[in-house]
């Protein structure tokens, strides 16, 4: 026996993050979803089934997810991973024996307990180890029985996913009522979807999910392309003059709910099509709004990408939804207002889970060539790095950050000819 997973690795380096590129043509394979990669991987492991799931994402969160399911320890280090953390929070509580769960010093910051305390209500034996509320914790895997649950709709959908997850194997199924305003909708809608795939019935009316005792079926899937990793490439083509790009494996009828920025993009003049390839992108004509207003209360994860892109065209906007920001690998609000701060971009937050922009620069608070914090989050150095077509100049500290969802995304990048260069 081993003693334990740890998949922590620390990266020191800085990227030069330049181009002149005004036109792109070519093929980008993209990194499988992730979200679905990570479902996927307990929907197989609670099926007992005896097929591989294909096409697995790559990335950080589902390699440790991975390696934990296959692992023949009962001590699990996920270091950055939320949805390892919550989705293996839920299924090792109704999995016999004893087991630890921790992570990285931001997870160990990172609340649970609104998924803790639903599981225990089930019959859950599970105990925290550091503060209270927070990982690491111990389990003690249980029987569990199923009744109505109440949860906080507003909150981060993966505790909803975690405990759908497992309820078709709870004693009597589970019933969640949903209270206030569901945020990440799309997300939930996702899970149950894909449930539903490996032969999960469901009722699902107004904000009652009622999941009944069943069995999942084993079943030889493949997973599609990463809607999240294609909006960076959606925001690359809004930046360049024109170009046309094929998205492989990438679906617009897709599971996944950032399938919905295709339209988002329309405005920008990009359009999308869906070959047998993938989806084929193509911008022929330079266009943008006067303001762009956005709810991403369905999609939270693209947000960084908006935000960046806005910016670097100058673009005024106002975003709402986006409550569950504060939560994630960084609290994404205060990451973004700091580092578009640097470009001299002042971004304000009027109420809490909103962003807005006027659209002005200040050249006096323009930093040359200012080195992006990332904070841990991916998501800031992907949503960042194409802000160089805008012809601004930055550096991306810990730049490896992207393995957590997209590994390849800087040799994707060198590709279409950014250079990429440690500094």
Known sequence: MTDGIN??????????????????????????????SNRALIINALSYSPYPIRNLSDSDDTKVLTAALFSNSNKFDIGHAGTAMRFLTAFLAKIVGEWEITGSERMQQRPISILVDALNKLGAQIEYLGNEGCPPLKILGSHLKGQTIELDGSVSSQYISALLLIAPTIENGLTLKLKG????????????????????????????????????????????ADWSGASYWYQIMALVDNGELLLENLLLDSL????????????????????????????????????????????????????????????????????TLKIKETDRITALQNELAKFGASIAEPQFGEL????????????????????????????????????????????????????????DLKQVGFSIEAD
């Open 256 to 323: 996944q709910g950032d399938a919905n920025i295709a339209a988002w993009f329309e405005q920008f003049g990009l359009t999308s099509t869906q070959k047998e390839e993938g989806v084929l992108l193509e911008k022929h004509k330079n266009r943008q709004p006067e303001k762009l207003v956005l709810d991403f209360i369905e999609n939270p994860d693209v947000a960084q990408t908006m935000a960046c892109l806005c910016v670097a065209k100058n673009i005024p906007f106002h975003f709402s939804g986006l409550k």
């Open 181 to 224: 305003n569901i945020t990440s909708r799309s997300y939930i809608k996702l899970t149950l979807e894909l449930m539903a795939k490996f032969g999960i019935q469901y009722r699902w009316d107004d904000n009652v999910i009622f999941v009944p005792e069943q069995k999942y079926f084993a079943l030889d899937f493949t997973c599609e």
């Open 7 to 36: 998949l922590i690795i620390t990266f020191e380096m800085i990227y030069q993050v330049t181009t002149d590129i005004k036109e792109i043509k070519g093929a980008i394979n993209l990194p499988a979803s992730k979200s679905i």
């Open 356 to 411: 807005a922009w006027d659209g002005k620069l200040d050249q006096e608070q323009q930093e040359e060539n200012p080195i992006i914090n990332t904070y841990h989050d991916h998501r800031m150095a992907l949503a960042f790095a194409p802000m160089v077509l805008a012809g601004f100049s930055m550096r991306i500290d810990d730049p490896m950050v992207v393995s957590k969802s997209y590994p390849g995304f800087w040799e």
